[in-house]
């Protein structure tokens, strides 16, 4: 049974700081890798996807990749309010695995 | 067209009665997923559409669930006979060929009493 983990949270975070997202998954063969926001109540949002092993960064967000140790992990620098939300980790072979979701909430 | 479409968005039904959503996904992508979400959980896979091909269904889907994608565009998802623990969102998400980037629509909230 492939098998994506996170913790469930909520993890606190002071309004302008750096929010540190993990994930490990459990089949090595796994190619893509993805994060999703979601709010309340709201369908998932891709924000970031990550193929190769390091980093990858888009405005505010870096996603992080390590295939040996089966990690990966997203940043959130400056964080704001907005950014208060559930964040999937997913990893995909056709269908999309997803985790349960990191709670995250932005302390004003 | 902006994205992923579903109807409806939220679907009251009774135990026993059988319902039917509808997703109308991204042009151009000829992939289509149904996911289901419940409280607290991430969306767990129920099945996939390449075109008009139905290529796997997840053991979750129980001979009550069936889903279509007749001409490769829309798609249904159907119910019969509902139990309350069928009550969940139920996400459509579509991709462009080659891609492993899936994109949800809104999702239909549907509630068993």
Known sequence: ?108 | DTGVSQDPRHKITKRGQNVTFRCDPISEHNRLYWYRQTLGQGPEFLTYFQNEAQLEKSRLLSDRFSAERPKGSFSTLEIQRTEQGDSAMYLCASSLPGAAEQYFGPGTRLTVT
Request: hydrophobic letters at 30%.
């Open chain 1, 1 to 108: 049974q492939k098998e994506v983990e996170q913790n469930s949270g909520p993890l606190s975070v002071p309004e302008g700081a750096i929010a540190s997202l993990n994930c490990t998954y459990s089949d090595r063969g796994s190619q893509s890798f993805f994060w999703y926001r979601q709010y309340s109540g709201k369908s998932p949002e891709l924000i970031m996807f990550i193929y190769s092993n390091g980093d990858k960064e888009d405005g505010r967000f870096t996603a992080q990749l390590n295939k040996a140790s089966q990690y990966v992990s997203l940043l959130i620098r400056d964080s704001q309010p907005s950014d208060s939300a559930t964040y999937l980790c997913a990893v995909t072979d056709d269908k999309i695995i997803f985790g349960k979701g990191t709670r995250l909430h932005i302390l004003p």
